[in-house]
Nanobody, 115 residues
Framework: VQLVESGGGLVQAGDSLRLSCAAS????????MGWYRQAPGKPREPVAS????????DYADSVKGRCTISRDSAKNTMYLQMNMLKLEDTAVYYC?????????WGQGTQVTVSS
């Protein structure tokens, strides 16, 4: 499974941004997908996840009410809609997929929120 993120950029606090993660390869084996982020000097942390069969959604407390994860199975693409962005949302955002007992990562996309 290969994952490619896009949609990052420089935005102002309060703005919205939508990240995309396009999956290719053995996408039929994907059990779940998620977004993680890593701010400078901090460990990588989970942001949101979605399972492919049940469609269960999970969010980190820090983004609940501001972010929405979704998936278009026809396009093999996952999205993260982020609203009311805060300075502390600044990080590299990574796409992650769980497939057949293995874990796959994308290369990351930078999100920078300025005041």
């Amino acid at each position: 499974v290969q994952l490619v993120e896009s949609g990052g950029g420089l935005v102002q606090a309060g703005d919205s941004l939508r990240l995309s993660c396009a999956a290719s390869g053995s996408t039929w084996s994907i059990d779940a997908m998620g977004w993680y982020r890593q701010a400078p000097g901090k460990p990588r942390e989970p942001v949101a996840s979605i399972t492919t069969k049940s469609g269960r959604l999970d969010y980190a407390d820090s983004v609940k009410g501001r972010c929405t994860i979704s998936r278009d199975s026809a396009k093999n693409t996952m999205y993260l809609q982020m609203n009311m962005l805060k300075l502390e949302d600044t990080a590299v955002y990574y796409c992650r997929a769980w497939a057949g007992g293995d874990v796959y990562w994308g290369q990351g996309t930078q999100v920078t929120v300025s005041s």
